[in-house]
């Protein structure tokens, strides 16, 4: 009998963050980190996992529509949508009734990634390597086309994406040595929350140098004089050598972000992240002629492949951040990491959240291995959050983090988490209601 | 005992208009026409109704996303509310868990804008007025006090808005009595459908002719040669003196736009809309350099005021097509009113759909009188589908929307029609399940 996706379930799963602060910045005061949990199933058994990130409130939407893109899916032969993962994202993201929700952006969007990194992964488990290791082992042709190339091709055609890929083959099995012996290159954000003392920021940017990192990142956006301070605190606590970067999560419109920064440009600022609304990608142009050599970075909350193309073209941008979560899923990552080779601009993944940092690790790994070619310049994010709840969590050594080896994807959060942790009825929900958390009502 | 604003529901309504084939066009090939519903309701009895409008499958999101965002409101007094809407705009789309999903854009934005339109739609009501009377009235403070400057700085300051809008308060009366003498011109997009025949295109156009429309607007990108046929039909149809656009419906990446339309300007295209990706400003910059004369429009897509401002600065778009439900609210729409205005570019708004009609009008009538003070290349989109469900349906006489006398912003949905067309419950859908429409399948 052949063997078919049987089920595309939703979980809502949410972490009560906000009761410490954890993850607090100038835009995201008390997020509870959340993620619409997805597990796709065969009726032969398998599973693959996948999730879409959230902040709280509104997880609820993300689980809805993971419940709307389902029939996209449920039903067909495993092997067949398997194969096809190109048409399927295509599929995920076209359907010509639900695009109307987007197109390609917001909450359908984050739905077609989670369900498309579920499908990922169990491709990945079924072929018993890590995803990392199964896209770097993929011919260039096959990576070609599980990209949607649709409104790319003023900046990057198939072929040329197949050169790219054709070009980075030789280099390979090198590479591949040398990411399994030495990792990929990490920073932090740990130190660098808004909700921390001072001498929280100090203590733990100290011991973040002491654990192999060179670059750590600090939040700033909510107040002026603060930013100076933490700023220089974090400078004296690493010393010169170690870089800091800053994130203002949009805090700021165009003449802000160049007023706020000019007075901190004397503590050697590595990186200014998201100075501004995420859409604006002149707005970002503008700023980054002005802040230089300070380097402008953005993405996280960049939707879809076709910002990211006009951030590469307007050259908006010195780094480009993608995100497992935001956009749809392995497919379309694959299509910026190639824009960005293109326009030879590194990227530097954001993380953090709900398993960001277990499943953006494999992409990197695999822009290194088969599409870029290098990790100068390119640092993957961590931050030491809600690691423990997942099956495979990231391992960090020196500072950079260690290749994973256990076949999949990343995002399989552990069951006893999930069902401790599912809202709003699970028994870290019920338990602590008086507590607060992301149901409470708005002040 | 203080009036509040005792419930805000979210109803799914759906017409399965998929069956005739009306609404086809190049990316929508079967859409059933439908609205996620809102009601303000006030413990005084009064009501306000607003709507965001979807094409089917996925409203179930849009009406799930009013629900989550209900209780930003409900239980505030409604007094207080109505007077600081510009405060309760920053709160729905600026919730710091929220705007996760976006930040202000897709199902969570266009629901934000749907709950706003229904609270702008119950002040206008309690103050007896039409939308359109409501705002021209307002003192030019109130008016910049309403919008979110927030990322617009650097285009359009608040004293800019202000000085632009006292700038055209001298002529509002005049202005005025013109309006509700001569009415706000339209044009017609009901010939165009793709699923129409030739024949039917042809009829339906003359009759736009005979009915006083000076503009008609066909629907491409499907089909080159079809194409070219149907705009040569519908040219020898109207004569040379009616302008005639065509629309894409984001067919295209910016070569094949390009391509297209070189063999269709000899019969005298006036806009080409959504050439390509709505996201795509620099795209749409380059389509324009190429194809003019024939001019660039987009908008119905265009998901917040920090794109329509890029499409602004990088002269992207000659023609600026708003739309009342995919940004939020009335508003939004101010600031890109305003946005337009200060880079003089006309504002020609997207209708059709369910109640876009009803409730565009009433922005492109505040537009002449209070904002830019013309109504020159200024047209809005009129298409006969669905207005008998509306309690004040548009009226169009000699090509042009008659003003709308009937307090509120016109959203409001006929009991019957609500009760009828509810999703998927309603007896239109259960009595004609067999008969298709938007919970089959998908082939």
Redesign the interface.
């Known amino acids: 009998m052949t063997e078919l996706i049987s089920a595309v379930e939703a979980h809502d799963i949410r972490f009560p963050t906000s009761r410490h602060l954890d993850g607090s910045d100038a835009?995201?005061?008390?997020?509870?980190y959340s993620a619409a949990y997805v597990i796709v199933r065969t009726s032969g058994g398998q599973e693959g996992h996948g999730l879409a990130f959230?902040?709280?409130?509104?997880n609820?939407?993300?689980v809805?529509?993971v419940r709307?893109l389902a029939?996209?899916v449920t039903g067909r032969p495993a092997a067949e949508v398997l194969a096809d993962l190109g048409g399927v994202s295509r599929?995920l993201t076209g359907?010509?009734?639900?695009?109307?929700?987007?197109?390609?952006?917001?909450?359908?969007?984050?739905a077609a990634g989670a369900v498309l990194n579920a499908l990922w992964d169990l491709r990945a488990r079924r072929a018993g390597k890590p995803l990392w290791r199964l896209l770097s082992d993929l011919p260039p042709e096959e990576i070609v086309d599980v990209v949607d190339f649709?409104?790319?091709?003023?900046a990057l055609t198939p072929g040329e994406a197949l050169a790219l890929l054709r070009r980075a083959e030789p280099g390979r099995a090198g590479r591949l040595e040398r990411l399994l012996a030495e990792g990929y290159p990490a920073y932090t954000t740990t130190p660098g929350w808004l909700g921390y003392t001072d001498d929280k920021l100090v203590r733990l940017a100290k011991e973040a140098v002491a654990d192999g990192f060179r670059q750590i990142k600090l939040k700033v956006g909510a107040d002026r004089a603060a930013d100076a301070r933490r700023v220089r605190l974090a400078r004296e606590a690493v010393g010169p050598g170690v870089r800091i970067a800053v994130d203002a999560n949009?805090a700021w419109?165009?003449?802000q972000a160049i007023e706020w920064l000019a007075p901190l440009a004397e503590f050697d600022l590595y990186w200014i992240e998201e100075p501004?609304?995420?859409?604006?990608?002149?707005?970002h142009a503008?700023i980054r002629r002005q802040v230089a050599p300070i380097k402008v970075a953005t993405g996280e909350?960049t939707?879809?492949r076709?910002?990211f193309?006009?951030f590469l073209?307007?050259e908006a941008i010195d780094i480009l951040q993608l995100d497992a979560a935001r956009v749809a899923g392995v497919n379309e990552n694959i299509a910026v990491l190639l824009l960005a080779a293109k326009f030879g601009v590194p990227v530097c993944p954001h993380a953090g959240g709900v398993g960001l940092c277990e499943m953006v690790q494999h992409l990197s790994m695999f822009d290194y291995v088969a599409v870029s070619g290098t990790t100068e310049d390119r640092v993957i994010e961590y931050i030491d959050h809600l690691h423990e709840h997942f099956t495979d969590p990231v391992v960090i050594r020196d500072g950079r983090y260690v290749p994973p080896a256990r076949p999949g994807g990343g995002a399989e959060m552990r069951p006893a988490s999930r069902a401790a942790y599912a809202y709003p009825h699970g028994p870290r929900w019920t338990a602590s209601a008086a507590a607060g958390g992301?149901g409470k009502?708005?002040p």
């Open positions: 835009m995201n005061p008390e997020p509870d959230t902040v709280g409130r509104g609820e939407l993300a809805a529509a709307s029939p996209l599929r359907d010509s009734q639900l695009r109307w929700l987007g197109p390609e952006k917001g909450v359908i969007h984050m649709r409104y790319l091709e003023d949009q419109n165009v003449g501004t609304s995420p859409d604006d990608v002149l707005g503008a909350h939707h879809n076709v910002m193309k006009q073209q307007a992301t009502e708005r």
